[in-house]
């Protein structure tokens, strides 16, 4: 069984429980007693897109993935008979788009009346049917603008994932001969949109992405810009920090730009927030949210205009059976979560998040989450 935990805040303590088996007592991080600053909240935008538009725009990938489901990973050079080989939409972007799509339109709690939508902006081949069998159909069917950049000379991307039932880890190797998205690529369907959410994916193309985010908040000045530092080895990540309203950082980026190394759930979750005062704050703006996905360790959180009062969810005690995109599922409900409910507390805010990203471990596949209702109360 692989846990994915409870929940600790430094303000208010929440007296509703997750129901069964999605349970997680709210206690604080470094001590019960509230503070002056316990009820900062963060600052969301109320701009909700047309019927035809999008709210919240994510830019980045949309995989074709092959699961391969193994009792045990393989050693080097052997031979190994998979249980079953799955075929599924992937990418992180795109596994955002699916959480947040069923959040979108029926997250416990929607605000009534509720119009938002969300569209995703990815780099499309034109060699394989699938695109369209997997891809496009899965975004028709939850609502999600599909906006692609078609490049029909090149194969469509393709993730292989070696999934161990014994240790529940996926191994991923992927195959992407598309170019990155650029401005002449993504702007446009920004500015067609007027979006109150645009979401990057940390990708390689760091100078283009550094224009895209600094266009879009000169055009949308209350456009909430929210950027994930996942992947470690791509140089230029850290010149985008200061141009970020929200940062989703995982837990292998946090280790590879200095964080300390301790065992234990409570030595990474003390890291990971030491990490972010020394490292994060003298990078990123005053008014940033950040957010640590530690996997089984759960997330952590700080506002930066208040690096005194950390915020750790450790996860939901359920049994994992899939993994695949818990950390893009966390994501989603953070996204959810902060445009839906403009002013809520960060508390509340990673709650919702790692309630999201449990659901997701406890079941297959991304399709008909249900969702804990009281994780949203």
Known sequence: MQLLGQCKYPIHAIHETLNTPFEAPVTPFHTPSRHPKANMSIQGSTHLATSDGCSILLVGGAYLDVIL?????????????ADAVEHRSGGNSFNSALVLSQLLQGGPHRPTGSKQRCGII??????????????????NAHSIAWIPITHSSLAHPTAWIVSSRSTTSRTIINHNVLPQLTPAD?????????????????RTNTDDIAVMMREIKAQLPSCTLS???ERPNREGLDGLIPLADVLFVSKEFSAAFGREQRV????????????????????????????LALGSQGAAAMLAADPANPYHAPALAVTAVDTI???????????????SFPGIALDRVLA???????????????EGLQFPDSAFA
């Open 122 to 139: 990815t780099a499309v081949g034109g060699q394989s049917p699938q695109v369209d069998t997997t891809l496009v159909a899965a975004a």
């Open 69 to 81: 489901h193994v009792s045990a990973y393989p050693a080097e050079d052997s031979k190994l008979r």
């Open 352 to 366: 919702i998040a790692v309630a999201v990203a449990g659901t997701k471990v406890a079941q297959d596949g991304f």
């Open 264 to 291: 234990g759930e409570q030595g990474l979750v003390e890291t990971s927030i030491a990490w972010v005062r020394k490292w994060m704050l003298p990078r990123c703006k005053s008014t940033a949210t950040i957010l």
């Open 325 to 339: 995109g818990a950390g893009d599922s966390f994501n989603a409900g953070a996204m959810y979560a902060m445009s």
């Open 186 to 202: 993504v702007l446009p369907h920004v500015r067609h949109h007027s979006p109150s959410w645009v979401h990057f994916e940390g």
């Open 227 to 229: 950027l994930e530092l």
